[in-house]
């Protein structure tokens, strides 16, 4: 299971949680699966698609640009653990999450 998290301190306090093999989009409105209601963030701004080792990033045409690490991603991106994914005003850390035996939680 993969986690993107604002880090302590952000103007907004978000978790969201992706298993391996699933898709969800990234934006601010009620359609996408992950809402980021916060400035300069598209309708639908980014898609994420979960593997076991990274992530693929994919932007989709936002007006401000999805950032990876501070880079600009233009089209399509890896994320891995320890990378920042940043949306509008909002970045979100990357990581993998734990299972009930510490290890990283690879299940689908």
């Known amino acids: 299971m993969w986690l993107l998290k604002t880090s302590e301190g952000a103007e907004a306090a978000l978790t969201f949680r992706l298993l391996p093999g699933n898709v969800k989009?990234?934006?601010?409105?009620?359609?996408?699966?992950?809402?980021?209601?916060?400035?300069?963030?598209?309708?639908?701004?980014?898609?994420?698609?979960?593997?076991?080792?990274?992530?693929?990033?994919?932007?989709?045409?936002?007006?401000?640009?999805?950032?990876?690490?501070?880079?600009?991603?233009?089209?399509?991106?890896?994320v891995k653990p320890g990378d920042t994914i940043g949306i509008g005003r909002v970045d979100l850390l990357v990581s993998e999450g734990m299972d009930s035996t510490g290890a990283p939680d690879r299940s689908s």
């Open 25 to 78: 989009t990234v934006g601010r409105a009620p359609r996408a699966d992950f809402i980021v209601d916060a400035a300069l963030v598209s309708r639908l701004h980014c898609r994420l698609a979960a593997g076991a080792e990274e992530i693929e990033l994919v932007d989709l045409g936002s007006t401000n640009g999805t950032f990876v690490n501070g880079q600009r991603v233009d089209g399509r991106a890896s």
